[in-house]
Nanobody, 124 residues
């Protein structure tokens, strides 16, 4: 089992930046591929970004490409989501998740472990 705890959310103005962190504990962090998802009220959970266990492969949802960057530090058991040029439509609860499944990381169903989420609110 791996436990995930997100932090870094808050209230930010449109055009601003926020960096989210997700710290893992329990099993060896480096064996997991990591993803970020978000869910706004009344909407389905949306894929944001994913990174392979080594950090060598990264994937992004279309709505965040060019604005968000996912990274990881295996020595710190932490995955990050740098969010720039934020828009009001980025307002959501952001979750990190872990999986050992290869590929298809945009699908929430392949992730076995989830954090509790951190709220990001972007004001216009």
């Amino acid at each position: 089992q791996v436990q995930l705890v997100e932090s870094g959310g808050g209230l930010v103005q449109a055009g601003g930046s926020v960096r989210l962190s997700c710290v893992a504990s329990g099993r060896t962090f480096s064996i997991y591929h990591m993803g970020w998802f978000r869910q706004a009220p009344g909407k389905e959970r949306e894929f944001v970004a994913a990174v392979s266990w080594s950090g060598g492969r990264r994937y992004y949802g279309d709505s965040v490409k060019g604005r968000f960057t996912i990274s990881r530090d295996n020595a710190k058991s932490t995955v990050y989501l740098q969010m720039n040029s934020l828009k009001p439509e980025d307002t959501a609860l952001y979750y990190c998740a872990a999986t050992r499944e290869p590929g298809t990381w945009a699908q929430s169903g392949v992730y076995d472990h989830w954090g509790q989420g951190t709220q990001v609110t972007v004001s216009s």
